[in-house]
Every structure is written in structure tokens, then in C-alpha cells.
């Protein structure tokens, strides 16, 4: 059965309205480049907040496996990018939270999974800047947990 005109406007106004209420705000600076030295702090949560990096017991994280291989890719992030520096970082159930610390960027280096570019383009990698490290490290994860689920393709 077709929808009343009227009703199909008010379907698609409460679903822009529910799209707007959770649609994330960038705190990225316009024009800024991500790519200088400086610190950065970063978190990176799971696809639908879902509890997989481990338990909170005590007021303690337990990790999981799975967050074991977040642990350990993280703290590979430098070998991966010469020009940084890791200070301080949390896992948590569903979530990291750590500081980057660009250093150098003329220092070339390998990366995890991402071909290099020249400039920075909307969903393209810019050589040296934090997104690229962070989608570097997220690639190189779901990758990881992927093979230890033996589930293919799966977005975490």
C-alpha cells in the first residue's frame, strides 16, 4: 500500500531530524595541516561501541586477544612511521584513547597499509599527517582481528 504524500514528507523530516541529532560534528581546524609536528590526541571507538578490547575488573582493563593485537599495533605505530613518537595511552572496552607525537616529518618511512600520496584529497592519504596513521593502524587491526576470527572483511 502507498503512503500518503503527506506521510512520506513527515517519514523522511523525523529521519533527517534522527540523521542530524547523531550526525558527528568535525573538530578538525579547516585548513590545518595534520601533517606538522605536534601532539594529537586520538580515539578511535569500535563499530557500534561494541565491548571488544577487553573487561573493566577492579578498575583494571583485562584485555581480550583482541585487545592484545590492538596493544601491540599500537605500540609498532613508530616502527611503521619513523617521525613518531608515542606518549601515553588507554584501552578500553570499546575504545583507545592515546597521545601521537609527530617529530619529523621529512624522515620517510614504511607504512602499515597505505600508498603514499602527493596531496591531501577528500578520503585520499597525505603522506605524514595523523589521519594517515590512524587509518594506517585501523587497517592494519581490522586486518589482524580479521585473521584471528577467520572472518574476512569484517569492520570492527
Known sequence: MLRPYKDIIKYFLQM???????KRRSIRLKDYDYSQPGGYFVTIVTLNRECLFGNIVDNKIILSPIGGIIESLWKSIPQHFPFVRLDSYQIMPNHIHGLINI?????VGAQHAVPLQKTEKFSKPIKGSISTIIRSFKSAVTREINQLRNSSGRKL
Open 16 to 22: 533527517n531530524n534522527l540523521i542530524q541529532k547523531y
Open 103 to 107: 617529530v619529523d616529518r621529512t624522515v
